[in-house]
């Protein structure tokens, strides 16, 4: 029945005179997201919402499916879409669409909204309301009229054609992706790390993403998961350049020269320093981890500060103050729980130490990583130049 969607939206209207730009971002991500989609859509904007109308057959679960993984869309209504607006054929037609929607309605109340977009319309708003009320409680005695808190609000609006909805659907809410500026992410296998991204992405940055591995000691396969890890998360934020950077010399060298219970916390020192060297390159604004203070010995508010003070951009932890039941229920939600738990050994798990320091101090960390070096420099040098760079689409 349904040959089209009305796309609600939130914070957008927060946006004031640049709320244009937040508009037509939202119509370029749905167009995407549509792209995917199969059949003929036609994605437009008119008077504070966005509409998607199927010019071909569609699956429309498909569409729906699409449709809620695009940032900023409050509500999805499918919508019935009439050119005619004689008045008593619109009354068959009201009661056509309530009686397919919903096809049990014992006892199941209903307010009817009309608006009157087109004010030579011969009828307002409020005699509208009362004929459809009247229409349907002629042809469905069962049904009862709330005007306070109904189970079913029938929406007809009179605009250039008439739209009739009432299924409301959530959207993810968030901002689109493209309106907030550019994020590096360091991207690992794990739970907390995608859904950082996701977490970012949803406020409408656009993110990139590294991975730092360490062959012979992790294979292909764990890099192989950080890929499809990607991928799952681009359905959400769009396609993500992920650069992936061999760490085994780096990693090695902290290994042999650093004490080994600071072990994590310098490499960590130095994805930092590789992350935001390519951060800067393609002009992010900052980075993203997937840290949460006090989940593991790494991630103490004094192991952060130990990291922060490399960085000159800045560092967002979206899952800052998030347990970790927390974050599983949003990576169960966007679909990376399952692929995130599979179990391929990461280069964090590989040179760890048995009691890592949960209390370093920057100038101490300092001052054991000056035993690497100048070699470190060329480490460094050569993993940036030897990246691999893979495009993660779904
Ligand atoms: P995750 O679930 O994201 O792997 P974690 O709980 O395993 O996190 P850590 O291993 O301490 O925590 O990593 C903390 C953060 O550092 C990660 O969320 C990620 O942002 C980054 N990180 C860790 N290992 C890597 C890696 N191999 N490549 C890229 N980023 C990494
Ligand atoms: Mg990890």
Redesign the pocket.
């Known amino acids: 029945m349904f040959q089209a969607f009305l796309l609600k939206y939130g914070e957008i209207f927060l946006k004031g005179k640049n709320r244009y730009i937040f508009e037509d971002a939202l119509v370029e991500q749905v167009r995407i997201a549509m792209d995917k989609v199969d059949g003929e859509f036609d994605v437009h904007k008119n008077l504070g919402r966005v509409y998607v109308e199927a010019k071909s057959d569609f699956d429309y679960d498909e569409a729906v499916d699409a449709l809620k993984r695009i940032f900023g869309v409050m509500t999805i209504c499918p919508v019935l879409i009439l050119e005619k607006d004689d008045f008593e054929y619109l009354k068959e037609e009201v009661v056509k669409y309530f009686g397919e929607t919903y096809p049990n309605r014992d006892g199941l109340t209903f307010k009817v909204f009309c608006k009157r977009a087109r004010k030579n319309y011969p009828l307002n708003s409020m005699e509208m309301n009362m004929a459809f009320g009247e229409v349907l409680l002629n042809a469905y005695p069962e049904l009862k009229v709330d005007v306070h808190k109904p189970e079913v609000e029938l929406h007809v609006e009179i605009r250039e054609r008439i739209y009739i909805y009432s299924i409301l659907i959530p959207g993810p809410g968030g901002m689109p992706v493209g309106t907030a500026g550019k994020a590096m ?10 859904v ?1 991204a996701y977490m970012m992405a949803k406020r409408g940055v656009k993110v990139e993403a ?4 360490a062959p012979p000691y992790t294979s292909e396969r764990a890099k192989q998961k ?1 890929v499809d890890l990607a991928r799952i998360v681009s359905r959400y934020c769009g396609p993500i350049k992920l650069h992936v950077i061999n ?1 085994t010399d780096i990693q090695m060298s902290i290994y042999e020269k650093c004490p080994h219970d600071e072990l ?1 916390v310098i490499m ?1 020192r130095y ?1 930092m320093r590789i992350a935001q060297a390519i951060a800067e390159e393609d002009e992010c604004l900052g980075l ?4 949460s203070v006090g ?2 010995a ?2 103490t508010m004094y192991s952060m500060a130990c990291t922060d003070d490399v960085c000159h951009m800045p560092v967002y932890r979206p899952l800052v103050a998030f347990d970790k039941v927390e974050i599983i229920d949003i990576a169960e939600q966007i679909d990376t729980y399952e692929t ?1 738990i599979l179990p391929f050994e ?4 590989i040179f760890v130490a048995k009691h890592p320091v949960t209390k370093p101090k920057v100038s101490v960390i300092a001052h054991h990583e000056e035993r690497l070096g100048e070699d470190i420099d060329a480490m460094v040098k050569k993993a940036l130049d030897e990246r691999e760079i893979v495009e993660c689409v779904y």
């Open positions: 992410v360091l991207l690992s296998g794990g739970l907390d790390s995608p950082a590294v991975y730092f591995h950080v760490f994590t960590r994805m993203v981890t997937g840290e989940q593991v790494s991630q995130s990461d280069c964090c798990t």
